[in-house]
Every structure is written in C-alpha cells, then in structure tokens.
C-alpha cells in the first residue's frame, strides 16, 4: 500500500509568502514583479529551518508561546533581509 504524503507541508512557507505580501508595499520596486517577489521568499524560506507539519493545529497545540513568537521573529528578519538582499542584488544588475 502505498504511502500518501500529500499532506505534508513546511510551515513557513504560508507565513513566510504571507509576510512577503505585507512587506511589499514597502519595497515598491521589487512589488510589481511576480519573480521578484518569489525570489524574496525563496531567500527567506532558505534562512529558515524546515518546520514540516500536516496540521496548522497540531503544530500550535505543541509550540508555548515563547517559541511562536521566536518562529514569528525569525521570519519577519528573513523576510526583511530577503528583501533589502533582493534589492541590492536587482540594483546591482541594472548598472551592468
């Protein structure tokens, strides 16, 4: 029988895209590009543990507080060094 692991899903991925969304407005020469704005994500998602989960509520009900807002710290920081990060580099090729 055949395993099923389509439930399976890393956690910050919908916070981190979540909070991409919400800084972009910020970062309005990156805001107007899909690609750009998924290359931000990719950057933060890559300075992030994998938290892999197959529940929103299951991975709620084992966290206390203290370690939520330590995940909720750790990607708002990725998020913003992904995007000052994308920023520069997207400058840096436009005076080649």
Do not use: G, W
Not at 11 to 23: K, S, T
Not at 49 to 71: A, G, K, Q
């Amino acid at each position: 029988m055949p395993a099923d692991f389509s439930s399976l899903y890393n956690h910050h991925e919908r916070e981190v895209f979540a909070a991409v969304m919400d800084a972009a407005a910020d970062f309005p020469d990156l805001a107007d590009s899909n690609d750009l704005l998924c290359d931000v994500a990719c950057v933060a998602l890559n300075r992030l543990p994998p938290r892999y989960i197959r529940h929103e509520v299951d991975f709620s009900f084992y966290l206390t507080e203290h370690e939520r807002l330590e995940i909720d710290n750790a990607i708002s920081e990725a998020v913003s060094y992904a995007f000052n990060f994308v920023q520069a580099r997207t400058a840096l090729r436009a005076r080649k």
